[in-house]
Every structure is written in C-alpha cells, then in structure tokens.
C-alpha cells in the first residue's frame, strides 16, 4: 500500500461515488404498478344513466368513493346515451327502455368468418362434442368450409369475399373456445445413439452398389408402406379445459387400408399397391374402376405380408424395371437397386429369391432410421396422409354444407360401404397428384443423402 504515495489518483470523488452507488439502488428497486379499480358493465351503465340525467361533474361527486376521472365518467355518458337511443329506435313506441349494462369494445382481431358464422362454427363444434364426436382441425376445417359454401352462396356476407382455412386457424377456434388437445398416451421414436455412424455406412453400401453396377437413377427404387384410415379420425379430441373424462365416439375406429408406394431416384411415381381387409375381392370397394398398372389385393387384417409381397413384385416392380431396361437399351438382366425397410413381411427368402432372379440389388433402411434415411418417409408418406385430409374436408365441408340448407345437425354419415369408394377416388386424385410433381419424390432422396453419394 506504501507504493500509492508515489500515483496520482485519477478516479472519481469518493461523493461522486456515493451517488453513483445510490443512483443504482434506486433503479433497482422494481416499481409496483398502481392498483386499478374494475367496473363491471352494470356499473358502467348506472354511472353513464347518473352523468346522462345530472351532469358529468355531479356524477363523479356522487361515486366519490370511486376512483373516477371526469373523462372516462363522459365516455360512458356517451355510450349510455346511444345504446338508450339504439333501444328506444328497435322497441314499440311508449314502451319503458331501459339500458342495465354497457359491455366494452372487444379486444383482438375480428373472427376470420366473421362474428355471424364464427358463432354459428362454434354452435357446431359444442353439438358435435356433446355427441360424443372426436374433434380435431380435419373435423372443423370441414365444418367452417360447409358454412363458408352455404353462405357465400345464399350472398351473406363473411369477413372476406374467399377465406383460406387452415390448420392453424383450426387451432385458434378451439383456443378461443377454451378447447385443449387431450389424449391417453403417446409415442416418440428414438434415434440410435450412433446415427451417424450407421448412416455413413448406409449411404457408402448404397454408393459401391450403384458405383460398381454403373446402375443409373430410373433403376434405384424405393418402396415403402404405409397406413391410411378410410376415415381421418384419431385418439386426440379437443375438450373443455379441466374435464376429468373424456368420452370419444369412434376413438378405436381401425379401419385402414394400406397403401405401398414406390418411386425412383429420378423422380418417377410407379403405380400403388393398395391391401383392403378381408379374404376375397368382396372387400374391395364397389363401382370403382382403379387405374391400369395397380394392384389391388387384401389381407385378413390389411397389413401387408409376404404374399401381398411377392403379388406387388410380380404386379408392380418387376414389369416396372423390365420395360425399364428396353426404354434405356440395356440388357434384359441389366442390374438394378431397391432400397426398402427391415419388416417381417417383406424380408423373408421369397422375396429375395425373387429379386435375385431378376437381378435386382437391395439395400436395407436401417431399423430405427426411418424418419431420416427413408424417402417416402421423408417426402412422399405425410404428403399422401395431408392430401387425403384435403379430400375429406372438402367431402365433409359440402356435408355441412347440406345439412345447413336442410336446417338439421346430425352425425355424418361415415359407414365403410360408403367411405371406402370415396377415399379409393381420393387416392386414384393422389397418386396423379405425385405424378406430375417429381420434384417431390426427388426431394425425399436428397434429404436422405442418397443423391449426394450418386
């Protein structure tokens, strides 16, 4: 310390310091906001009927015991006096009007539909809860959709002339009306802890099959399946905030179908395999002329298996990569690639026996990884469920539609006779859908990896 006698301070003044220290306490002292005085909408209007009949200034010296200030007192003197002048214009002359309650302006953006058909969507949503009926966006987007095609064709008005609805706008409704997502239970995947590793060495068996065979982009092909309800229902509703029990109508309705779909690394969209439930060919839906090149067929549970399997190879696949081979002048047994999942009923000796004869090379997506290495996972799967979501609004917004003009609200009609030619319609729109869009298909290949090892 001795050594502070040889320098100069040049800090501030032990005062200047002082009232820096000060400064900063009184800033951190947090400010409590000042309390406020709530009045409800019949205070409001005994208030605004005293300041109509005696004055503002009489007004706020009789409520004295209330914190009022002149100017809000004189807004609902105002407000008083038009909603008076409102009543008196609507009821019969010489009768009494009298105005009990001034309820203030409402805050936040005006409903999409409107105040008119907002409310009416909300009449709806509350009868179909009470029957039971799961509700999710699907359900009300296809509701607000009837409403909007019945009164925008009788000319009432809506908020704007052509409303898009969605998703999210969906959710808003339900958030509006205190509706929260309920569900028993739920599922998450889990990446194994050496993805990368496993990916890398994916890619590089896909890569030194493609490398060493010369095999080009028409021939590496990807299959996959996956399961689509007739009907676009689900365990999750949306109900009331704090209700202990949920009731769902329908909440275990399996009916399925499942649809295998394949595409190419160039983009091509092939022809579908669809398996219905059942034994024979009375399973399939009636009066419906499925496009040529599909196949249809079932299973006693509609899962695919070995013999749906082998059916797809011989119906689908192979035809596929033989008229490939002559399109492109090559070899009649000219090497090609399928990439598919590790399921049971896929990956049995028949089916390899079958693509080894026809010279096709497969490489497995490895188990787990599906939702990163799998390109219909990644492009096409979630694309097809939206899509046929899309369809069944539509179908069920021109329901609504119906019932509306016939002034009745009953459950839809959603029996399998008359639900699965509608979705085999909707799936026949799909799959033309992915056909003239390969940018689609050559998306999921490259968010895979598998066009950069090409």
Same mark, same amino acid.
């Given at each position: 310390?001795?050594?502070?006698?040889?320098?100069?301070?040049?800090?501030?003044?032990?005062?200047?310091?002082?009232?820096?220290?000060?400064?900063?306490?009184?800033?951190?002292?947090?400010?409590?906001?000042?309390?406020?005085?709530?009045?409800?909408?019949?205070?409001?209007?005994?208030?605004?009927?005293?300041?109509?009949?005696?004055?503002?200034?009489?007004?706020?010296?009789?409520?004295?015991?209330?914190?009022?200030?002149?100017?809000?007192?004189?807004?609902?003197?105002?407000?008083?006096?038009?909603?008076?002048?409102?009543?008196?214009?609507?009821?019969?002359?010489?009768?009494?009007?009298?105005?009990?309650?001034?309820?203030?302006?409402?805050?936040?953006?005006?409903?999409?539909?409107?105040?008119?058909?907002?409310?009416?969507?909300?009449?709806?949503?509350?009868?179909?809860?009470?029957?039971?009926?799961?509700?999710?966006?699907?359900?009300?987007?296809?509701?607000?959709?009837?409403?909007?095609?019945?009164?925008?064709?009788?000319?009432?008005?809506?908020?704007?002339?052509?409303?898009?609805?969605?998703?999210?706008?969906?959710?808003?409704?339900?958030?509006?009306?205190?509706?929260?997502?309920?569900?028993?239970?739920?599922?998450?995947?889990?990446?194994?802890?050496?993805?990368? =590793?496993?990916?890398?060495?994916?890619?590089?068996?896909?890569?030194?099959?493609?490398?060493?065979?010369?095999?080009?982009?028409?021939?590496?092909?990807?299959?996959?399946?996956?399961?689509?309800?007739?009907?676009? =229902?689900?365990?999750?509703?949306?109900?009331?905030?704090?209700?202990?029990?949920?009731?769902?109508?329908?909440?275990?309705?399996?009916?399925?179908? =499942?649809?295998?779909?394949?595409?190419?690394?160039?983009?091509?969209?092939?022809?579908?395999?669809?398996?219905?439930?059942?034994?024979?060919?009375?399973?399939?839906?009636?009066?419906?002329?499925?496009?040529?090149?599909?196949?249809?067929?079932?299973?006693?549970?509609?899962?695919?298996?070995?013999?749906?399997?082998?059916?797809?190879?011989?119906?689908?696949?192979?035809?596929?990569?033989?008229?490939?081979?002559?399109?492109?002048?090559?070899?009649?047994?000219?090497?090609?690639?399928?990439?598919?999942?590790?399921?049971?009923?896929?990956?049995?000796?028949?089916?390899?026996?079958?693509?080894?004869?026809?010279?096709?090379?497969?490489?497995?997506?490895?188990?787990?990884?599906?939702?990163?290495?799998?390109?219909?996972?990644?492009?096409?799967?979630?694309?097809?469920?939206?899509?046929?979501?899309?369809?069944?609004?539509?179908?069920?917004?021109?329901?609504?539609?119906?019932?509306?003009?016939?002034?009745?609200?009953?459950?839809?009609?959603?029996?399998?006779?008359?639900?699965?030619?509608? =979705?085999?319609?909707?799936?026949?729109?799909?799959?033309?859908?992915?056909?003239?869009?390969?940018?689609?298909?050559?998306?999921?290949?490259?968010?895979?990896?598998?066009?950069?090892?090409?």
């Amino acid at each position: 310390m001795a050594l502070l006698k040889y320098f100069k301070y040049k800090g501030p003044a032990k005062c200047d310091i002082v009232v820096q220290e000060n400064e900063r306490e009184e800033k951190s002292v947090k400010q409590v906001r000042g309390t406020y005085e709530k009045f409800s909408p019949k205070d409001k209007a005994s208030i605004g009927k005293y300041a109509s009949e005696h004055g503002v200034t009489k007004a706020v010296q009789h409520f004295k015991e209330k914190p009022l200030k002149e100017s809000t007192v004189r807004d609902w003197k105002k407000a008083y006096e038009i909603e008076l002048r409102h009543k008196r214009m609507s009821s019969e002359p010489g009768k009494a009007v009298v105005v009990s309650s001034l309820e203030g302006k409402k805050r936040g953006r005006p409903p999409l539909l409107g105040v008119k058909l907002d409310l009416l969507l909300q009449e709806r949503i509350v009868a179909m809860r009470e029957r039971g009926t799961p509700i999710g966006s699907s359900t009300v987007i296809g509701i607000g959709k009837g409403i909007l095609m019945r009164h925008e064709k009788h000319g009432e008005e809506s908020k704007e002339p052509s409303v898009t609805l969605n998703k999210d706008w969906a959710i808003g409704v339900l958030r509006r009306m205190n509706f929260t997502k309920r569900r028993a239970n739920s599922k998450s995947k889990v990446l194994p802890s050496n993805f990368d =590793t496993i990916k890398e060495q994916f890619l590089f068996d896909v890569e030194a099959i493609v490398m060493m065979e010369d095999i080009p982009k028409e021939l590496i092909i990807n299959w996959d399946q996956t399961a689509m309800k007739i009907v676009p =229902t689900s365990s999750w509703t949306m109900e009331k905030r704090g209700t202990k029990r949920v009731e769902i109508a329908a909440a275990d309705d399996k009916r399925q179908i =499942t649809a295998l779909f394949t595409c190419t690394a160039a983009g091509k969209f092939l022809p579908i395999q669809l398996i219905y439930e059942g034994s024979t060919n009375r399973c399939f839906p009636k009066n419906v002329t499925f496009p040529q090149g599909w196949n249809i067929t079932c299973s006693p549970n509609h899962w695919s298996n070995g013999d749906t399997m082998i059916e797809y190879l011989n119906e689908i696949l192979i035809p596929y990569v033989t008229e490939k081979r002559k399109e492109l002048q090559l070899p009649a047994d000219y090497p090609s690639l399928a990439l598919f999942d590790i399921f049971k009923g896929q990956c049995t000796n028949e089916v390899y026996d079958l693509l080894s004869r026809n010279n096709i090379f497969y490489v497995f997506i490895p188990a787990n990884c599906t939702d990163k290495l799998q390109p219909l996972d990644l492009s096409v799967n979630k694309a097809a469920k939206d899509f046929m979501k899309r369809k069944f609004q539509e179908w069920y917004g021109r329901i609504i539609n119906q019932q509306l003009t016939d002034g009745v609200c009953e459950d839809v009609d959603m029996r399998l006779s008359r639900m699965k030619p509608l =979705t085999a319609m909707w799936a026949i729109d799909m799959v033309k859908y992915f056909v003239a869009r390969p940018e689609i298909i050559i998306n999921g290949f490259s968010a895979a990896g598998i066009l950069d090892v090409l």
